[in-house]
Nanobody, 118 residues
Framework: QIQLVESGGGLVHPGASLTLSCAAP????????MGWHRQAPGKERELVAV???????LYDDSVKGRFAISRDNAKNTVYLQMNSLKPEDTAVYYC????????????WGRGTQVTVSS
């Protein structure tokens, strides 16, 4: 069974930074794009950022300039560096593995909570 394992969520103040990590099996990491989605209470799950094996990225407009996605191929891990966090970034963040950066994810993690509050 394919497992994507997220870590790094937590409670932070507005303006703070946080880094999320997601470890994937090599069989997924080597052949899939890797991304992050989030779901706030009462809202639909939405794409945050995604990166393919060649380093091409796609970001939601709401996080451009504040968030950065990267991947470490040696560790089969994808990261989401989140800066200048806002209360509206509060959500459960899910790691996802789509075939390409514009495809629907094939695999999901269980999610990690990020709360931005003063």
């Amino acid at each position: 069974q394919i497992q994507l394992v997220e870590s790094g969520g937590g409670l932070v103040h507005p303006g703070a930074s946080l880094t999320l990590s997601c470890a994937a099996p090599e069989s997924v990491f080597s052949f899939y794009a890797m991304g992050w989605h989030r779901q706030a209470p009462g809202k639909e799950r939405e794409l945050v950022a995604v990166i393919d094996s060649g380093g091409s990225t796609l970001y939601d407009d709401s996080v451009k300039g504040r968030f950065a996605i990267s991947r470490d191929n040696a560790k089969n891990t994808v990261y989401l560096q989140m800066n200048s966090l806002k209360p509206e970034d509060t959500a459960v963040y899910y790691c996802a593995a789509p075939r390409t950066i514009r495809a629907r994810p094939m695999f999901w993690g269980r999610g990690t909570q990020v709360t931005v509050s003063s």
